[in-house]
């Protein structure tokens, strides 16, 4: 392949991906130029006439018609930020979102506001990249936490995550469905249970967009006809591994409240909903009743 320059090659995956609608196109092309040629995105701003050697030229192209295909940015990198921790993502894991930081951000603030002598046991269904997990071990110092996933490749690539981030003798990922692991570990009582568990409704996943709906894993997402499985399973399957006055705290759609204070309301007390930075409700929390 001819070589090019940087500018060249930014306006050419400009017009390859001009067919669909993306987020940032500019920025997903600088992301991938600067991966393929192993530098840092400024890089790319100071020299726009820099020849792009032939071999490294035809590798771009090449991420950018995957791009253009609806192939998720974060997959063709292999990492996503997330609490400010970089992730590693690849096909099999649910790329973490902005939104489950709310998620992870309230559970530290209510575990920093009490005082408590030993840290807290927390486990969490459904690991993904093990963003949930890896964060509170990470910002909850004497945390120890457990983490089951369905599927063998977020167990793998939690369990690496965690070791990216120094917490790995803290972090324990269970491969098995829903409880089921855990008897295997004796009996532990948990302060907390954290899920982010699949919530579209199975007739709905078709309608997501490309990159959610083709490329990432139908198991994170398919919550069943109304979303609702994983809510009703864990609220009442958590009940005989959360101790007395423990924290069930969820990640939701934005339409789900309702459901969810109806599904907890039984078992659980003082249940509180917080909403994200664009103003959805996207977290419930309550404490097992006594
Ligand atoms: C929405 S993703 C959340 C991933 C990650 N915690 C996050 O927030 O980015 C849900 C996860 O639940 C897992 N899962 C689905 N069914 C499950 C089950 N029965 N038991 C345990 N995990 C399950 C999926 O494999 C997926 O990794």
């Not at 096909?91 to 902005?98: I, M, Q």
């Not at 532990?188 to 490329?215: A, C, G, H, M, R």
């Not at 705290?249 to 907890?264: N, R, V």
Request: zero cysteines; a negative charge.
């Amino acid at each position: 392949m001819v070589a090019e320059t940087v500018k060249i090659a930014l306006e050419k995956a400009l017009e390859i991906m001009g067919e669909r609608e993306y987020t940032s196109p500019l920025l997903d092309a600088r992301l991938l130029l600067s991966h393929v040629l192993e530098v840092d995105k400024s890089y790319l701003y100071l020299n726009l006439d820099s020849e792009i050697p032939g071999d490294r030229l035809k590798r771009f192209y090449e991420l950018v018609e995957k791009r253009a295909k609806g192939y998720p940015l974060q997959y063709i990198l292999g990492s996503q930020e997330f609490m400010g921790l970089e992730f590693h993502v690849e096909e099999g894991v649910l790329v973490p979102r902005p939104d489950t930081e709310v998620l992870v951000e309230r559970i530290i603030e209510l575990v920093k506001s009490e005082k408590t002598e030993s840290g807290p046991k927390i486990l969490e269904i459904g690991t993904g990249s093990g963003a949930i997990a890896v964060s509170l071990a990470y910002y909850i110092e004497d945390a120890e936490v457990y983490s089951v996933d369905i599927d063998e490749t977020p167990v793998r690539v939690a369990a690496e995550n965690a070791k990216r981030h120094g917490v790995e003798s803290r972090t324990h990922f269970l491969h098995g469905s829903l409880f089921e692991p855990l008897d295997q570990l004796g009996e532990i009582e948990y302060d907390i249970i954290v899920s982010n568990p699949p919530y579209i409704k199975s007739d709905e996943i078709e309608k997501l967009q490309l990159e959610v709906s083709t490329f990432e894993p139908k198991l994170a997402l398919d919550g069943g006809d109304d979303g609702l499985v994983f809510y009703r399973e864990i609220s009442s399957g958590g009940l005989r591994y959360l101790k007395s006055g423990g924290m069930l705290a969820f990640e939701i759609g934005h339409d789900q409240k309702e459901s969810l204070i109806e599904i907890m309301d039984r078992d659980y007390r003082d249940i509180e909903t917080v909403a994200d930075y664009g103003g959805n409700d996207r977290v419930v929390i309550g404490y097992k009743k006594e």
